[in-house]
């Protein structure tokens, strides 16, 4: 059951990132992160004050707060990503995220395993089969949205390396923590730039609330999850979300992706799954 909750909170995220990046090419990114974060943060406040957890103070919870920031980036640049892009290509690429973790691992002299190692070399060729268009005049190019994906999986990866930090106290306030801060940078950015956090129209709106909804169940999953079955697994199922991503923008947009790219996609995805795994 719990490896069915993270599968499901995997579901989730990539449902989520898909409303995301139908939003953000009709809209700017910044009304559908300070949208979709702000209900998120509705949703992961009452969470936290149903499940009774003592609030830790503010201290230790900065790390979260940090990881907060990192992470609306790595949206921000994902769903510009899926707005110039394609979704098969920007989610795989994204979901490389487990690399950042594990770099921050082996700068403290934690030598990454045998299946870590496999797991970074596919990473890597999946990236760069991903990442190159085929050669023209001037060469071989980089495909759109790719350097935003790169861009994503960073951000994805401080956002993991913060919430894990902040989390000791209680996770369920470092989930509140991490979200007030994004929304807070949102919001902030929009003022900073005169930007208005009006949807395009009204018909766009449960689409960006659609987005932080899925977003918010797929942190309490995951959560629910990690307490019921080792982090590892949870995170090796997690790291799967760009699979509906792809699905849903087969069916509902009609991406084709060549045969080259289509296996470039699913070796970044097992090679991520065996980072994550350890």
Same mark, same amino acid.
């Given at each position: 059951?719990?490896?069915?909750?993270?599968?499901? @909170?995997a579901a989730c995220w990539g449902v989520g990132d898909f409303c995301g990046g139908i939003?953000?090419?009709?809209?700017?990114?910044?009304?559908?992160?300070?949208?979709?974060?702000?209900?998120?943060?509705?949703?992961?406040?009452?969470?936290?004050?149903?499940?009774? &957890?003592?609030?830790?103070?503010?201290?230790?919870?900065?790390?979260? #707060?940090?990881?907060?920031? $990192?992470?609306?980036?790595?949206?921000?640049?994902?769903?510009?990503?899926?707005a110039l892009g394609a979704m098969g290509i920007v989610a795989p690429i994204s979901s +490389?995220?487990?690399?950042?973790?594990?770099?921050?691992?082996?700068? =403290?002299?934690?030598?990454?395993?045998?299946?870590?190692?496999?797991? !970074?070399?596919?990473?890597?060729?999946? !990236?760069?089969?991903?990442? =190159?268009?085929?050669?023209?005049?001037?060469?071989? =190019?980089?495909? /759109?949205?790719?350097? #935003?994906?790169?861009?994503?999986?960073?951000?994805?990866?401080?956002? !993991? !390396?913060? #919430? &894990?930090?902040?989390? &000791? *106290?209680?996770?369920?306030?470092?989930?509140?923590?991490?979200? +007030?801060?994004?929304?807070?940078?949102?919001?902030?950015?929009?003022?900073?730039?005169?930007?208005?956090?009006?949807?395009?129209?009204?018909?766009?709106?449960?689409?960006?609330?659609?987005?932080? #909804?899925? &977003?918010?169940?797929?942190?309490?999953?995951?959560?629910?999850?990690?307490? =019921?079955?080792?982090?590892?697994?949870?995170?090796?199922?997690? /790291?799967?979300?760009?699979?509906?991503?792809?699905?849903?923008?087969?069916?509902?947009?009609? *991406?084709?992706?060549?045969?080259?790219?289509?296996?470039?996609?699913?070796?970044?995805?097992? @090679?991520?799954?065996?980072? $994550?795994? @350890?």
């Amino acid at each position: 059951m719990a490896a069915l909750l993270a599968l499901a @909170g995997a579901a989730c995220w990539g449902v989520g990132d898909f409303c995301g990046g139908i939003a953000s090419r009709r809209t700017a990114v910044l009304v559908v992160l300070a949208i979709s974060q702000g209900v998120g943060l509705v949703g992961v406040l009452a969470w936290a004050l149903v499940s009774g &957890d003592p609030f830790p103070g503010v201290a230790p919870l900065l790390p979260a #707060l940090a990881g907060g920031a $990192a992470g609306v980036l790595g949206l921000a640049a994902l769903y510009r990503g899926f707005a110039l892009g394609a979704m098969g290509i920007v989610a795989p690429i994204s979901s +490389a995220w487990p690399l950042a973790p594990l770099a921050l691992d082996a700068s =403290r002299g934690i030598v990454p395993s045998a299946p870590q190692w496999l797991g !970074i070399g596919l990473v890597v060729v999946g !990236i760069v089969v991903l990442s =190159r268009e085929g050669a023209g005049r001037g060469g071989a =190019r980089l495909s /759109a949205g790719a350097g #935003l994906a790169l861009l994503a999986a960073l951000g994805f990866g401080g956002f !993991i !390396i913060g #919430l &894990d930090a902040g989390a &000791d *106290e209680s996770a369920n306030w470092a989930v509140v923590a991490s979200r +007030a801060s994004s929304v807070t940078l949102a919001v902030v950015v929009a003022l900073v730039t005169s930007t208005s956090l009006r949807p395009g129209s009204r018909q766009l709106l449960p689409l960006i609330v659609a987005c932080g #909804l899925f &977003d918010t169940g797929a942190n309490v999953l995951v959560a629910i999850a990690s307490n =019921r079955i080792p982090v590892g697994v949870v995170a090796v199922l997690g /790291a799967l979300y760009p699979i509906l991503t792809i699905v849903l923008a087969r069916f509902f947009l009609g *991406e084709r992706l060549s045969r080259e790219k289509r296996l470039g996609g699913v070796v970044a995805l097992a @090679g991520a799954a065996l980072v $994550a795994a @350890g």
